[in-house]
């Protein structure tokens, strides 16, 4: 104990035992970011019967404890409470090394578990900005439509959404007329309109040129068709660069 207390000393990790014939564990450390992580220590007898479902997402349960029985491969990434009672999630990275009998058959699993929160952060962060236009900050053509398609099979059937197209009308004319930055800068007047329009769950698509679609969630037709007509009308009212009203209207599909 002492040796896993000394290795964890200066990070959020966990060192553990688990015994699968006797579920039992015992771990050393934590997942939180603090002083005395190393003090720590904690034993659950019936570890994967009686509370393991209380910390790990049920999406990852049955990973988890496939993991621990040495079923699951050595290594496995996924969200888990830091503490038993936790409200809150951390995203953990957990090594396995399992330990045999000398007739065979796995005697306890010996492992590790590092908090990877900060980590996950910069990746996710990396990965929206990388889905994200440059120009209007709304997700791209490819990204936000996988997100659309993923949150229509995924939803509850007693769900509502709307699903709206959004095209501004004669803008090749108007990139034409007033150049590529007056149109970019309407572009991205429109975006802002969208968002404020729309609440942060909402997915916002731009599908190229000025082409958009937004899925609402929690928004049935009546509302939808409020919705809608505000945006255009706010769109007609646009001012861009300098000041100049831009002669801008919307058609909206849903």
């Not at 065979?104 to 990965?127: C, H, P, V, W, Y």
């Not at 440059?134 to 936000?144: C, D, I, N, P, V």
Request: proline letters at 4%; aromatic letters at 8%; one cysteine or more.
């Amino acid at each position: 104990r002492q040796r896993f207390r000394i290795a964890i000393e200066n990070a959020p990790t966990v060192i553990f035992e688990y015994d699968p014939a006797q579920d039992r564990y015992m771990g050393y450390g934590t997942l939180e970011k603090g002083a005395d992580k190393h003090q720590i220590e904690r034993a659950f007898p019936h570890f994967l019967r009686d509370y393991a479902a209380a910390m790990v997402e049920p999406e990852n349960l049955e990973r988890y404890r496939s993991l621990l029985r040495g079923e699951g491969g050595k290594e496995l990434e996924l969200r888990i409470a830091p503490y038993t009672g936790s409200a809150e999630f951390v995203w953990a990275r957990i090594t396995v090394t399992p330990q045999f009998k000398p007739l065979g058959g796995i005697d306890r699993i010996i492992g590790k578990m590092t908090n990877i929160q900060s980590e996950k952060e910069k990746e996710f962060a990396l990965e929206e900005a990388k889905n994200k236009d440059r120009l209007t900050g709304l997700y791209a053509k490819e990204a936000g439509t996988r997100l659309v398609q993923r949150y229509l099979e995924r939803k509850r059937p007693e769900e509502v959404c709307a699903l709206m197209l959004l095209d501004l009308d004669d803008f090749k004319a108007i990139n034409a007329e007033e150049g590529s930055a007056f149109a970019d800068a309407l572009l991205q007047e429109v975006a802002a309109l969208l968002r404020a329009e729309t609440q942060p769950g909402d997915i916002l698509v731009r599908l190229g040129g000025d082409e958009f679609m937004l899925l609402v969630r929690n928004c049935n037709k009546s509302q939808a068709m409020v919705i809608g007509p505000r945006i255009a009308q706010g769109i007609q009212g646009l001012f861009a660069a300098g000041n100049r009203r831009a002669p801008l209207s919307a058609s909206i599909g849903m």
